[in-house]
C-alpha cells in the first residue's frame, strides 16, 4: 500500500496517560514505529509536543474519546501541521485491525497511508462559545425539570394552579406561591393576587387555589423557587457572556435570524455549532451529511430500503428540529409549503426533519455568501409543474360531477 505520510503519529489518549506511536522512514526505506507512553497534565504533554517535533512530525491523529483529547489537542494546536481528530466507529470499520496491535500503532499505521479522516474541529472562539450555549441550554433544561416539581407539589397540595393559569411562574403565580410558602390559605386573598389577563378568571381561580397546604409543602415550595432563582441568574449570566462572545459575529447572526424559526437564541447556537467559516464543507450536501439530517442511504442494486438517519450532532438536531417546528407555522413561507406536502404521506415527524434539513442547507448558503435568506414562497412546489397540478384538480372536479372547462387568464 501506498505510503501518503512518511512523518506521522497516532495518540492513543485515556485519562491518565497517552500512548503515542511516531511512524518514520527506517533502514532500507522501510517504515518504522516508535512507541512511547505520556501523562496528560501540562508539562507532559509539552514533552510529548517536544517529542514530536524532534522527530519532525507534521501529521498526528488521535481518536475523539469523550472529552481527554481536548487537552492534548490545545497543547499540539499550532505547533503541529496537521492535528487529525477521527471517529473511533471509523477507525475500527478499516478492515485489517489485529487483536495485538496497540490502538496508537494503528492509528499511527491508518494515518501513514493516507486512510483517515479528520473530524469538524472549529477554532478556539467558537470552541468557547460552544461550550457556553450547551452550558445554557442544559441549565434551562433544568429549569424546565425543577418548574415541573414545583407543579407537581402544587398538586400534591390539592392546588389546581396549573389547571388556570398558562404560566404558573408567572407574576400572578409567583405571587401566590409566595403567599402559600408565608403561610396564607384563604383563595380569595390568594386570587386577589392574579394580575392582566389571569384576573379575569378569579371566578375559577378560588376554587383551583382551595387546596390542604401543610408546612411540608411549603418548605417544598421554598426550596425549589429558590433552585429556580439560582438558575435564572446562572442564566442571565450566561446571556451576557455570550453576547460578548458573539458580538464579532453580529452580521452571521442577523442573517442567520432572517430564515423562518431563527430567532436570535437559535442562531447563537447555530454559529456555535457549525462556525462561520463554511470552507470545510465544500457544499451544503456536506454540511448536511455531517449532521446527519439527510436521507439514508440503504440501496441493493435497484431496490432501495427504509434507512433512518444515523446519529449525528445531537445539539444541532435538536435546534434545527426545533426552528422547523416554527418555521413550519409560519404562514406563505416555502417551510410550510414543504412540511405541509410531505407530512401528508410521510407523517409530521418526517416531514419536519426535512425541514430542518433546508433550513440547515439555507445557513450553509447564507453564510457561505453572507447574505440574507430569500424565501422560494408557499406556491414553489406549485411552479415546479404546473400541468400535473391543473390535471389534478380537473379531475378532482370531474370525480365530483362538475363539467370543467379551462381557459388561460
Known sequence: MQVVNERCAGLDVHKRQVVACIRMPGEHGKSSGVVRTFGTTTPQLLELLSWLTDHRIGKVAMESTGVYWRPVYHVLEGSVDEILLVNAQHVKAVPGRKTDVKDCEWLAQLLEHGLLRGSFVPPE???????????RKTLIQERSSHVNRIAKTLELANIKLGSVATDIMGKSGRAMMQALIDGKRDPQQLADLS?????????ALEPALTGRVRDH???????????VDDLEQRIQELDVRIDECI??????VAHLCTIPGVRHRTAEALIAEIGVDMTRFPTAAHLASWAKLCPGNN??????????????????????????????????????????RLRARRGPKK??????HSILQACWHILQANTEHRDLGRTYFESLDRNRLRRHHIKRLKDLGFTVTVEAA
Open 125 to 135: 472562539p467558537i470552541r468557547d462559545l460552544r461550550d457556553l450555549t450547551r452550558f
Open 351 to 356: 416531514a419536519v426533519t426535512a425541514v430542518a
Open 299 to 340: 440501496q441493493s442494486g435497484d431496490k432501495r430500503r427504509s434507512a433512518s438517519i444515523g446519529k449525528g450532532n445531537s445539539w444541532v438536531k435538536a435546534t434545527l428540529v426545533e426552528a422547523a417546528w416554527a418555521a413550519s407555522r409560519t404562514k406563505r413561507s416555502y417551510y410550510q409549503a414543504q412540511f405541509n
Open 247 to 252: 458580538r464579532p459575529f453580529a452580521d452571521e
Open 217 to 227: 409543602h411549603a418548605f417544598l415550595l421554598r426550596q425549589q423557587l429558590k433552585v
Open 195 to 203: 394580575l392582566g389577563v389571569l384576573r379575569k378568571k378569579r371566578d
